[in-house]
């Protein structure tokens, strides 16, 4: 799962929103088709015809995949951010 996030403290959080942009265009998309990932905005750009046909064939088979609930989520989550600073050596605000 490809999460993206823009730090409260990024020097230039303007460039990191750009970025972001570009991710989730269609070409951004494909590049994450090139890597044989599955983009978020996939079934919308097949109906509309802008995924490469050899892209889309090399997608690997997905049937059965099961992704964390909201609750696992949440519970992973609050256990990063009690062990952060433990783990890792820095505060999370």
Do not use: F
Not at 15 to 21: D, F, P, R, S, V
Not at 56 to 70: N, R
């Amino acid at each position: 799962m490809y999460v993206q996030a823009i730090s409260a403290y990024a020097p230039h959080p303007n460039a990191a929103k750009l970025w972001m942009e570009y991710l989730y265009s269609d070409e951004g998309q494909n590049l994450w088709l090139k890597g044989y990932c599955n983009p978020i905005r996939y079934d919308d750009m097949v109906k509309r015809g802008v995924v490469p046909a050899e892209l889309q064939a090399k997608l690997p088979d997905t049937t059965g995949t099961v992704l964390p609930t909201l609750d696992q989520i949440t519970k992973a989550s609050d256990l990063i951010t009690k062990n952060w600073a433990t783990t890792v050596g820095a505060t999370v605000k």
